[in-house]
């Protein structure tokens, strides 16, 4: 069973997904909205290739836990995914995740412009992570 992560954002969609066990979480690709014209077809395609049950979006929430305007973006974007694709889909705190790693590719010495190029799909992959920890408990 695999389950797609997705880092939403205005102008790009970071990609993860997970191994066939629902265990690990890798970073696929990320989705320039400003290149791709159909972001959701190219979703639609990834689903497909990869056999994807269920859908994993990250809401980003303030620290205080409400829900701002990218939030908002997100629930929305999460609903046309639904309806779209006929799949679950679930929201998931995503707070801190573009930090987590931001800070792991500063650590690792990658380049301002590298950094640019993986940051979202790195940021999916966190996230889904941790939603695969969350229900393998």
């Known amino acids: 069973m695999r389950i797609m992560g997705l880092d939403y954002g ?6 993860a ?3 066939l066990f629902g265990w690990t979480a890798q970073g696929l690709e ?3 909205q400003k290149i791709v014209t159909d972001p959701m077809a190219r979703i639609a395609e990834l689903i497909k290739q990869y056999e994807v049950e269920s859908i994993v979006v990250g809401l980003p929430k ?8 990218s ?3 997100c629930i929305a974007f999460a609903e046309s995914l ?3 694709l006929s799949l679950p889909v679930q929201l998931w705190d995503e707070r801190l995740t573009t930090v987590s790693a931001e800070r792991a590719l500063l650590e690792a010495d990658v380049s301002r412009r590298k950094r640019k190029l ?5 940021a999916a992959a966190i996230l889904l992570q941790s939603y695969l920890d969350s229900i393998s408990k």
Do not use: L
């Not at 303030?62 to 305007?69: A, E, I, L």
């Open 10 to 15: 205005e102008r790009r969609i970071g990609v």
């Open 17 to 19: 997904m997970s191994d």
């Open 30 to 32: 990320v989705i320039d």
């Open 62 to 69: 303030n620290m205080n836990g409400t829900v701002g305007p």
């Open 71 to 73: 939030g908002e973006y």
């Open 82 to 84: 639904k309806q779209t």
């Open 118 to 122: 993986v940051i979202d799909k790195m």
